[in-house]
């Protein structure tokens, strides 16, 4: 998983006071400067404005052994549903919140020697996790990439597929976080998106970490994707298909 959460400044950056040098700054001053501070920092957004939809807190590298729990494949299904959504030999692909790589060594074993998959996490401890596990298996066309709370940081418009497998719900910038996987899809690329059904109370996982297909549909589809198919064969989650679109305040091949 990704975005990990901190109570510290987002952009990294120190936002300090001038020296006083014997002189009382005025009030005005002080304003313009606390008023700096909060435009420079990236604020963590609690809620998602468009569905009232609470952004869930985010697994750390910590609990990093969830992921590859043994009984993770009756579970999900990761192997059907990687199944469905039309990897080929040869493509490159991404996938964004890799954690310890279980989707991305599974997705590079699909594309092959000839296809690249880029495994992206903001965690550095995940992706050491990562390229641990893609040096047991021996896979070699597994390239990791360290994103932003805001950018995943992927090659510009060279992927065919991007996939997010329980992860958007837990994204701090939603929106950007869209809009930079949306300049790394090619134009026919596609967006693949996993979330466990909220629309089922019977599904054993918190709400926040939840998502409804109509949620969903209405988050993405603001940043310039169209929904396409729905998938609903796995036993949690749905799979959510989407392409490129040009939407409102989108530009065409961003």
Partial sequence: MINPQSS??????????????????????????????????????STHPLTGRRI???????????????ERESEENVEGALNGIG???GMTVAEVGAG?????????????????????DLQPQMLDLLRDNAAKAEVVNVVTVLGSETDPRLPAAQMDLIILVDVYHEFSQPQKMLQGIRRALKPDGHLVQLEYRKEDPAVPIREDHKMSVAEAK????????????????????????????VAAGAVAGK
């Fill in 100 to 120: 310890t790589g279980y989707v991305a060594l599974r997705m590079a074993k699909r594309v092959g020697p000839s296809g690249k998959v880029y495994a992206n």
């Fill in 87 to 89: 990897l080929k030999p």
């Fill in 56 to 70: 869930a807190n985010v697994m750390g590298y910590t609990g990093a052994d969830w992921l590859e729990r043994p």
């Fill in 8 to 45: 510290e400044n987002h952009s990294g950056r120190q936002i300090g006071w001038p020296p006083f040098r014997r002189k009382i700054v005025p009030l005005a001053v002080l304003l313009a400067l606390v008023t700096a501070s909060l435009v420079l920092a990236p604020a963590f957004q």
């Fill in 218 to 245: 209405t988050e993405v589809e603001a940043e310039g994707f169209r929904l396409g198919p729905v998938i609903e064969t796995l036993p949690r989650q749905h799979i959510l298909i989407y392409t490129k679109a």
